[in-house]
């Protein structure tokens, strides 16, 4: 297909660290994964590198160890990847499955995003800042992505649920994806910040 077919093993993107989680599900058949969904999770919120998302979506969260925690008590979720502050990716689900990142959610005139999208969550405070190194790895991982299924749509969790959601917020900076030569087919949201 391209370069980037190469990048795959399956649904698998090989530059990731693979850790499957058992929270996912088939895709409904026939279904077109053309939506990219981008999120911003930290946890404890602010606290960076603390291996507490790879344990959450691992089910392997340690509720008791900080008070935040025990609001996420049997929450089963998880998302395709995590990309954290430094830039390592981590790959918790096939992106031929259905993983549990968007939740009641509409976008392109569609019911439950989580058919049909990949989730991609960003290491950082909802609102905040990311890291260069962040941008980077999320645009090589998009481009990926396009090279592997008819994706169209990039969109935040606040664009496909906007009444509950706010990540990864404004300070999420659109232009980086929004003006790279390799993504110019792809639409973003109309909202979107300009940086
Ligand atoms: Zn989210």
Known sequence: MSVFSDAWEG???????REPSPNFGIRPPGTEVDLLVLHSISLPPGEFGTGCVRDF?????????????????GVQVSAHFFIERSGHVWQFVDCDARAWHAGVSRY?????????????????????????GQYHVLLRLTEAVRARYPLRYVAGHEHIAPHRKADPG??????????????????????ANSG
């Open 170 to 191: 404004p300070g999420f900076d659109w232009t980086v994806l929004r003006t790279a030569q390799s993504l110019a087919d792809l639409q973003f949201p109309h909202q």
């Open 11 to 17: 649904g698998w993107y090989r530059p990731a660290q």
């Open 57 to 73: 979506f691992l089910n392997r969260l340690d509720c008791s160890a900080h008070p935040y925690f025990a609001g996420l008590q």
């Open 108 to 132: 392109r005139g569609r019911d439950n995003c989580n058919d049909d999208s990949i989730g991609v969550e960003l290491e950082g405070l909802e609102g905040g800042q990311f890291e260069p």
